[in-house]
C-alpha cells in the first residue's frame, strides 16, 4: 500500500466514450502528477499539478482533460480517445514538486484499453 | 537534459545468488531514488539515497549514492522468485524539476 489509490484498475472502452481515471492519495502531500506508460516504452510525464494549480502540460492531446478539485484528488477525463491511447496510466503525488521534494509515490495503475 | 543509464538492461539470475545494477548520469543529482515495477502495477519506491556515499538498506536491497553524484547502485542479495520485475533508479532534475527516471534493469529469477 503506497497511499496513493487509482480506480479503476482496468477499463475498457469505444473511441467514442467519455470516462474518467480516478486518484486519491492519502499522504498529505501537495503535488500530484499523472503518466502515461506504453509497452517496452519509458515513463511518459503527462500534468503536473501543484497545490491544485497545472504546473506542467506536457503538450498532451486535449483529449486527455486534468482536473484537481483539491490537493488529494486527481482526475483524468477521456473522451474520443484513439487505440494507441491504450496504456497504463499511473499516478503519483510528493511533497512538493521542487527539487528534494519530487520524490514521488505512485498508484498501481489504470489499464486503459482502447477498443 | 539530465540523462539515467541503467546496466545491465537484463538479468536472468537463479534463485539464492546476488544481484548487482548500476545507474549512471553525465550531471549530478543530488537525490538518488530506486523503484520497482511489477508487471502491471505502478512503480513502488525501494529506497531514497540523499548524500554522496550514502549507504542505504531496505532488507535484503543495499543502494549507495556514488561519491562523484554522477552514480548509484543496487545490489539485491539472495534473490527469491517475488524479486523478479524492472528496477528503475530516478533523480530529480533541479533545473527543471522533473523526476528522471533510467531505461530500467529487467530482473529475471528462476527457481
Known amino acids: 500500500e503506497t497511499g496513493v489509490t487509482q480506480t479503476p484498475r482496468h477499463l475498457v472502452m469505444g473511441m467514442t466514450n467519455k470516462k474518467s481515471l480516478k486518484c486519491e492519495q492519502h499522504l498529505g502531500h501537495n503535488a500530484m502528477y499523472w503518466y502515461k506508460q506504453s509497452a517496452k516504452k519509458p515513463l511518459e510525464l503527462m500534468f503536473v499539478?501543484?497545490?491544485?494549480?497545472?504546473?506542467e502540460n506536457n503538450s498532451v492531446p486535449s483529449r486527455f482533460s486534468p482536473e484537481c478539485p483539491n490537493s488529494s484528488h486527481l482526475f483524468l477525463h477521456l473522451h474520443t480517445l484513439q487505440p494507441e491511447d491504450s496504456a497504463l496510466y499511473l499516478c503519483?503525488?510528493?511533497?512538493?514538486?521542487?527539487?528534494?521534494?519530487?520524490?514521488?509515490?505512485f498508484g498501481a495503475g489504470t489499464r486503459l484499453s482502447v477498443l | 537534459g539530465q540523462q539515467l543509464n541503467q546496466s545491465p538492461q537484463s538479468m536472468f539470475i537463479q534463485e539464492g545468488e546476488d544481484v548487482s545494477m548500476n545507474c549512471t548520469s553525465s550531471?549530478?543529482?543530488?537525490?538518488w531514488l530506486w523503484y520497482k515495477q511489477d508487471p502491471g502495477e505502478g512503480p513502488v519506491l525501494l529506497i531514497a539515497l540523499y548524500k554522496a556515499g550514502e549507504l542505504t538498506s531496505n532488507g535484503r536491497l543495499t543502494a549507495q549514492f556514488g561519491i562523484t553524484r554522477k552514480d548509484s547502485f543496487l545490489n539485491i542479495s539472495a534473490s527469491i522468485p517475488s524479486d523478479v520485475g524492472i528496477y528503475f533508479c530516478a533523480g530529480p532534475d533541479d533545473n527543471t524539476d522533473k523526476l528522471i527516471f533510467g531505461t530500467g534493469t529487467r530482473l529475471q529469477v528462476f527457481p
Open positions: 499539478y501543484s497545490l491544485e494549480e497545472r504546473v
Open positions: 550531471s549530478i543529482f543530488n537525490t
Open positions: 503519483a503525488s510528493s511533497q512538493g514538486f521542487r527539487g528534494g521534494k519530487n520524490i514521488q509515490y
